[in-house]
């Protein structure tokens, strides 16, 4: 028996119960099995799927079920104003990084003349290939502890056709090179080892590297703020993107360690989100 559009479509009533995005869900699957926009397939309600896109549908569809994100499903996750191949080896991009990418290209726009800038943990690239493509004439520094990550970003710079980007296996500012940068940007993990929503959500199958992190999520935010000074040039600005409740005790750790002039910024749902500060304690 055959499958229409439109009844694929209405099967969306099968994630109901589990996602309460279930009819968009159910739109990005079968618009990448038939690889068709949304907007054709409500346009063509009456088409028919071949066999194995039915398979294939309801494939996916099961595995959305069963909690796996749509961007992992699919293997792809738009960012900025580019499309991102992404698996279980990186962190989905959110929009919530956004920020820090619009912020991180409005600080470079004032420099008046801009070099390098590094990205720590880069994933699947999504910040180190925003800011390269937004500054095609400086180096952007990529670094990342996990090889299967950086594979990701480079598959993702190369399809995007970005050529100013290095990568760098290593741990936050010990994989940088032994130069001074413009801006230094991060989104560590920063949830807590034993925060329960690691467990559900989705958060199961990203990896754990890129999402939890020791002394209640502080660890690598405070390694990034003790390091990254001896990376960053006179005036130049740190980036880092927190979690809930963190900022206040973020701004410390940077005023602590000499940075100044702070800049706190809110996502779309109005939660402090990303910290800017900076560096001005001495020449480099």
Not at 29 to 48: C, D, M, N, P, Q
Not at 75 to 88: H, P, Q
Not at 277 to 284: G, L, Q, S, V
Request: net charge negative.
């Amino acid at each position: 028996m055959s499958l229409s559009i439109g009844k694929a479509l209405s099967m969306s009533q099968m994630l109901r119960p589990y996602v309460e995005s279930y009819l968009l869900d159910t739109e990005i699957i079968l618009g990448f099995v038939v690889s068709k926009t949304r907007e054709y397939l409500r346009a063509h309600t009456e088409e028919s799927l071949t066999k194995i896109q039915v398979k294939e549908f309801k494939r996916m569809l099961c595995k959305r079920k069963q909690g796996m994100p749509v961007a992992y499903i699919v293997g792809k996750r738009c960012f900025w104003d580019f499309e991102l191949t992404v698996n279980e080896s990186v962190l989905i991009p959110r929009p919530e990084t956004e920020l820090l990418v619009d912020f991180a290209l409005k600080s470079i726009s004032n420099l008046e003349r801009a070099e390098r800038i590094a990205d720590l943990g880069t994933g699947s690239g999504a910040i180190a290939i925003a800011l390269a493509r937004g500054n095609p004439e400086c180096s952007v520094h990529a670094v990342d502890i996990s090889r299967d990550a950086l594979e990701v970003a480079k598959t993702n710079a190369r399809n995007l056709g970005v050529s100013n980007i290095i990568f760098h296996e290593g741990s936050w500012c010990d994989g940088l090179p032994d130069l001074n940068f413009d801006l230094i940007v991060a989104n560590p993990p920063y949830i807590s080892n034993n925060d329960s929503h690691l467990s559900g959500g989705g958060l199961q199958y990203e990896p754990r590297l890129a999402l939890a992190a020791e002394k209640s999520g502080y660890s690598e935010l405070n390694s990034i703020i003790q390091n990254s000074c001896n990376f960053l040039k006179k005036d130049s600005w740190l980036l880092l993107e927190h979690g809930y409740g963190q900022q206040d005790s973020v701004i410390k750790e940077l005023e602590r360690f000499g940075y100044s002039d702070m800049v706190r910024l809110k996502d779309y749902a109005g939660k402090d989100r990303v910290v800017a500060a900076r560096w001005e304690a001495r020449d480099n």
